[in-house]
């Protein structure tokens, strides 16, 4: 998951077999929405991870590779 300020924030899903290729993008008026949307995966961030991503929302810009079941998958797909 990439994500991005862009008039609120801008969060693009792509697929990790076909990186180049981009499934789906959703926009949220604020970052916590971001951390909300994360708490609802199961991914898991160790202390970098988690410094990373703060890290990205300060500066606007960021990733999160994320764990997701795979009901979430298949609903990111449609």
């Not at 199961?42 to 929302?57: N, S, Y």
């Amino acid at each position: 998951m990439r994500f991005e300020r862009c008039m609120g924030w801008r969060v693009t899903f792509r697929d990790p077999a076909d990186p180049s290729k981009q499934f789906r993008e959703i926009t949220f008026a604020d970052s916590d929405k971001i951390d909300a949307l994360i708490a609802r995966t199961p991914t898991r961030m160790v202390l970098e991870d988690r410094q990373a991503f703060e890290h990205g929302i300060r500066r606007g810009l960021g990733a999160v590779n994320l764990m997701l079941t795979k009901d979430q998958y298949l609903k990111l797909l449609r």
